[in-house]
Nanobody, 116 residues
Framework: QVQLVESGGGLVQPGGSLRLSCAASGIIFSAATMGWYRQAPGKARELVATLTRDGTTNYPDSMKGRFNISRDNAKNTAYLQMNTLKPEDTAVYYC??????????WGQGTQVTVSS
């Protein structure tokens, strides 16, 4: 059974930092492209970052500089370090494990709220 379990979300003040974790089981973690996406209320889900099996990262221009994706294959865990958070970063953040268009897995999401 495939499971992706996100953790590390919560309430943080503007300018603060959070580190999200995604613990995977039931998949060959090292072979997956791991990704983080987010969905704010009333908006479509959007890409935050991806990290391929060979270490190539991809960030939309709007995410570059404040977000950093990483992985620990020994722990089957992906991370998203988020710095200088803004209220507009408030969203549910989802972990994704991608192998192909027909084989992709999602976590349940973790809420991140940036507010003073």
């Amino acid at each position: 059974q495939v499971q992706l379990v996100e953790s590390g979300g919560g309430l943080v003040q503007p300018g603060g930092s959070l580190r999200l974790s995604c613990a995977a089981s039931g998949i060959i973690f090292s072979a997956a492209t791991m990704g983080w996406y987010r969905q704010a209320p009333g908006k479509a889900r959007e890409l935050v970052a991806t990290l391929t099996r060979d270490g190539t990262t991809n960030y939309p221009d709007s995410m570059k500089g404040r977000f950093n994706i990483s992985r620990d294959n020994a722990k089957n865990t992906a991370y998203l370090q988020m710095n200088t958070l803004k209220p507009e970063d408030t969203a549910v953040y989802y972990c994704n494990a991608f192998y192909s268009s027909r084989r992709t897995y999602w976590g349940q999401g973790t809420q991140v709220t940036v507010s003073s």
